[in-house]
């Protein structure tokens, strides 16, 4: 199934999300990799078949191999951090946060590709699980290194948008079994 088909399988209630994959995939705020990066990203993250298929597929031809498998891991990574820290900075008691996680995160410091591109994928798979502090620190590095709020809004969409999709498609499948 391609992009178009995909969005053509959406039903009519679902009329803003068709607009919106256009619009994310075409979003001058990112460069392509980033875009299709972050959209593999939030795939994988989300988990739905046929939105990974399809997105995987696409992104065959604006993707090297490298950086399609950089962006499976920030989901990866993400599915791992927005958990412990997540759980770790919703705890009243602090002392928590100082300890070291002891979680293997090497990744994040080498991900084989531009380090702003896999922040930003980063970020959009925390937006996915409603990490504050992996949202902040992943926000925090974007910053540091000059991207634009609408680069960052950019992959918060993306995000939203690969969300919506996978939600609306896991439910017609529930509801016609």
């Known amino acids: 199934m391609a992009l178009e088909a995909l969005i053509d399988a959406l039903p009519l209630y679902a009329a ?9 995939t ?12 972050c959209l593999v990203a939030c ?3 989300v988990g739905e078949p046929s939105v990974i298929g399809v997105i995987e597929r696409e992104a065959g031809a604006r993707l090297s191999e490298t950086a399609a498998d950089a962006a499976r891991t920030a989901a990866t990574i993400m599915a791992m951090n927005t958990v412990y820290y997540g759980a770790v900075n919703l705890f009243r008691n602090h002392d928590y946060r100082a300890d070291d996680s ?5 990744s994040l410091a080498t991900p ?3 380090k702003i591109d896999f922040e930003l994928w980063a970020l959009a798979v925390s937006a996915l699980s409603n990490c504050e502090a992996c949202l902040n620190s ?8 000059g991207v634009s709020i609408e680069a960052v809004q950019a992959a918060l969409r993306i ?3 690969v969300n919506a999709v996978s939600v609306v498609l896991r439910a017609e499948k529930a509801r016609v079994a």
């Open 43 to 45: 795939a994988f993250a």
């Open 159 to 161: 995000a939203s948008v």
């Open 138 to 145: 992943h926000e925090d590095e974007l910053h540091k290194r």
């Open 16 to 24: 803003d999300i068709r607009t919106n994959i256009s619009r994310v």
């Open 102 to 106: 002891q979680l293997s995160m090497q």
């Open 112 to 114: 084989g590709v531009h």
């Open 26 to 37: 075409a979003d001058p705020a990112l460069t392509e990799q980033q875009t299709w990066g």
